[in-house]
């Protein structure tokens, strides 16, 4: 199987017993791919490598899908990496356009081919949705604080979906996991997903319509291990 997982509150969440057999049991099934898809930019997505049983991903998605990466090399994933980076008009343009919205505060954290704000009561979120038009960019808000400037098309689900196409991952074989709405296009893909447990209310909304998508009772790892059996990806946990 193809775990391809969000890292904050999905794959780093839970309780830490269900986190430990989670990463045991991938590390123990060298069959099994990963895949983190991180809304993190690459380098604060390395120190996570020291973690205790943390497995090693094949493939690494941040910056909400506008960087892909090999996971053991951190080279870029081509021809994926170059076609992200033509539709992407760079961060001065950006930040310019950007001056006549109320409220935002840059995010102080790594990343690239993306721009992280917060946003406060004072922003125009329409005004703000016109000016990321205006660039052929897409506006993603997400958890009622960040608003995120992205490549036009350019989000989790649409890399994943990329590299599944390159290295001819079978569709039944993915499982996606998340827990913010920034994870919906993961969801999107039509591959099977689960939904944590700690989810976002919104999340858990607007994926109910969506066919094989799993609303877990356990948060974070626990989730998704609910989930691997399921989809019977692995044989039924002990109670
Ligand atoms: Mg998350």
Redesign the pocket.
């Known amino acids: 199987m193809i775990l391809a997982t ?5 794959f780093l ?1 839970g309780d830490p017993s269900q986190k430990t057999e989670l990463y045991q049991l991938i590390n123990n099934h060298p069959s099994f791919q990963l895949v983190f898809v ?2 993190r930019g690459l380098a604060s997505i390395l120190p996570l490598f020291e973690e205790a049983f943390m497995p090693s991903p094949h493939y690494i998605i941040s910056d909400v899908g506008a960087t892909v990466v090999h996971g053991y090399s951190l080279q870029p994933v081509e021809p994926i990496q170059s076609l992200i980076e033509e539709k992407w008009p760079g961060r001065e343009k950006i930040n310019s356009a950007l001056e006549c919205v109320k409220g935002l505060r840059p995010q102080d954290v790594p990343q690239q081919r993306r721009c992280s704000f917060y946003y406060d009561d004072k922003t125009d979120l329409h005004q703000l949705r016109l000016v990321a038009e205006e660039l052929h960019c897409d506006l993603i808000i997400s958890a009622g604080k960040y608003a995120d400037i992205l490549p036009k098309g350019v989000n989790k689900g649409s890399s994943l979906r990329m590299l599944a196409t390159q290295y001819g991952f079978s569709d039944d074989q993915i499982l996606v996991a ?3 709405f ?2 919906l296009s993961l969801f999107e893909t039509g591959y099977k997903g689960v939904v944590v447990g700690n989810a976002e209310s919104g999340l858990q909304e607007v994926t109910m319509h969506l066919p094989d998508v799993y609303r877990a009772r356990k948060d974070g790892a626990g989730g998704i291990l609910e989930a691997m059996q399921y989809f019977s990806f692995i044989r039924p946990l002990r109670a």
């Open positions: 969000d890292l904050d509150g999905t969440g991180s809304g998340g827990d913010t920034n994870d």
